[in-house]
């Protein structure tokens, strides 16, 4: 496969590479280091200019008015869109547009006109309610929020942990059991509107990326009717598992955004800084490190293209999203931390976004399966039935 | 962590904010009866964290007024989270945060 960016490719990624050092950077270093937002005039300004750039609502399929940006131009944009300090999380800071959860793209046309196209406008937003406290790797199987029938509907009684955006959204997609015999397969899908009674958002729940929270959720006795449900009774857990799969090629996409910068910045302090009467570019030691970004950079990048390239022509992509997933967060992660390593002290400092990025790369091994899932994956591929 | 901040109130004076640590975290300031006025953050950008903010707030408030202080990394997501516990609690804002909102503050209802 070639994975050079077309000339129209590179365009774009010009222009957007532009955008980030141009608008966010400035911005950026005027806000707090664990911020997540701006202020909303330069969000409103900085949206006009995405519309003009014909890039905004990055991830809306063209056929619900978005551009048409297929996948492996998007994972290349995504790339670009993460080298700033709050680009793993929030790529300039949302500025892109967002295209709300890929299921309710699934949904039916009423639900769709009270969901997908108000969220599309911006009028709506939404939380995906899946990992409860029981588990999230093995979601299937760890999911105990029941939903019992009862008067044409469904009664949700449960808990949800590690659910971002549950406090400002007007509703969320949530995973409940409903039928307790049938393991993967009684696993059902619901539309729950944030303001029906028995939804509470019970907690704040603090993690290493201090500039945002997830939050913990309660269903008591929460009754919603048939029209809540989003696809089939029971067939809930396939359109999880679409999103889970898919999510993985952009997500690995920001991992290697966020390693190129720290690379970069790394390359710049060891070519000026001096130790002992020595560049540190000079020593073995140093040289090293930044080949190991190098390689990991280069292999990440690598898989994540394969990935994208085979969903783009609509070849199954699962073990290869596994891989692009798996290789984007772990060397990810090992770059930041020999960023930091060449750094020194400035290196563990709120001054420069690495310690940001150290803190936010760890959870992007566990974010979207974590890293023992992904290779269990891919080693369910290597011993089944398609060894080769 | 205790969801709601709940250590006894100091007096707000020069002399108890100047022995503050220079450490990041959340902070409340309330009147004589303890009604609290404000919720604020010491973030990164603050020269010396906590201390500098309540040198701050005195400096503008003044004698008369009550403080105190939680150290914590996550200063941020505290100080939504104190946010909205205090409007959860109270139908509202402290009076000073309500003239100038965070954007897109969440609601929690804590049990």
Same mark, same amino acid.
């Given at each position: ?388 | ?26 902070? #409340? ?7 609290? !006025?404000?919720?604020? /953050? *010491?973030?990164?950008? &603050? ?26 990394? #996550? ?7 104190? !946010?909205?516990?205090? /409007? *959860?609690?109270?139908? &509202? ?19």
């Amino acid at each position: 496969m070639d994975f050079e960016p077309s000339a129209e490719q590179q365009m774009l990624i010009d222009q957007v590479r532009r955008y980030v050092r141009e608008e966010i950077l400035p911005l950026e270093a005027k806000l707090d280091p664990d911020a997540s937002e701006l202020p909303p005039e330069d969000f409103k300004r900085l949206t006009e200019k995405t519309k003009a750039m014909g890039l905004f609502g990055i991830d809306i399929p063209k056929e619900f008015g978005g551009p048409d940006i297929d996948i492996v131009t998007r994972v290349l944009l995504a790339i670009e869109m993460a080298q700033h300090r709050a680009g793993l999380y929030v790529p300039c800071y949302g500025t892109f547009g967002g295209a709300g959860l890929a299921q309710i793209f699934e949904a039916n046309e009423d639900q769709k006109e009270r969901y997908l196209y108000p969220t599309l406008r911006g009028e709506k937003k939404a939380f995906f309610g899946l990992t409860e406290p029981s588990g999230g790797s093995d979601p299937a199987r760890a999911i105990q929020t029941r939903a019992e029938r009862k008067d044409n509907g469904w009664v949700l009684n449960g808990a949800k942990i590690f659910i971002s955006n549950a406090d400002r959204a007007q509703y969320g997609i949530v995973f409940a059991r409903t039928d307790a015999s049938k393991g993967r397969a009684g696993i059902t899908c619901f539309i729950i509107d944030s303001d029906t009674p028995g939804f509470h958002v019970r907690r704040v729940v603090h993690t290493l990326r201090s500039s945002h929270y997830a939050t913990e959720l309660e269903f008591k006795d929460c009754w919603v009717s048939d029209h809540q449900v989003l696809g089939e009774v029971n067939k809930g857990f396939a359109v999880a598992n679409d999103r889970l799969t898919r999510q993985r090629i952009p997500y690995a996409a920001g991992c290697i955004g966020v390693a190129i910068a720290a690379h970069e910045m790394a390359i710049e302090w060891a070519k000026m800084r001096s130790t002992f009467g020595e560049k540190l570019s000079h020593r073995q030691a140093v040289q090293w490190m930044l080949v190991d970004n190098e390689i990991d950079i280069r292999t990440a990048k690598h898989f994540t293209l394969e990935a994208a390239e085979k969903a783009r022509r609509g070849l199954p992509f699962r073990i290869e999203a596994s891989i692009a997933k798996l290789t984007a967060s772990e060397g990810g992660g090992r770059v930041v931390d020999r960023a930091m390593q060449i750094h020194g002290g400035m290196g563990m400092t709120k001054d420069l976004p690495l310690e940001r990025w150290y803190r936010e790369m760890r959870i992007r091994r566990v974010g979207e399966g974590p890293s023992e899932v992904q290779r269990m994956v891919i080693a369910r591929e290597i011993l089944g039935s398609n060894l080769r | 962590m205790r969801l709601r901040l709940d250590k006894p109130w100091q007096p707000l004076t020069a002399e108890t904010a100047r022995r503050l640590p220079g450490q990041l975290g959340v902070y #409340q300031v309330a009147d004589a009866r303890g009604t609290v !006025l404000y919720i604020g /953050q *010491a973030g990164a950008r &603050s020269p010396f964290g906590l201390r500098s903010e309540l040198q701050r707030e005195y400096e503008e408030r003044g004698d008369g007024c009550q403080f105190r202080v939680e150290v914590n990394q #996550q200063y941020r997501s505290r100080w939504f989270e104190l !946010l909205m516990v205090h /409007q *959860a609690d109270h139908g &509202s804002l402290p009076a000073d945060n309500a003239k100038n909102p965070p954007p897109n503050l969440g609601r929690l209802s804590p049990s």
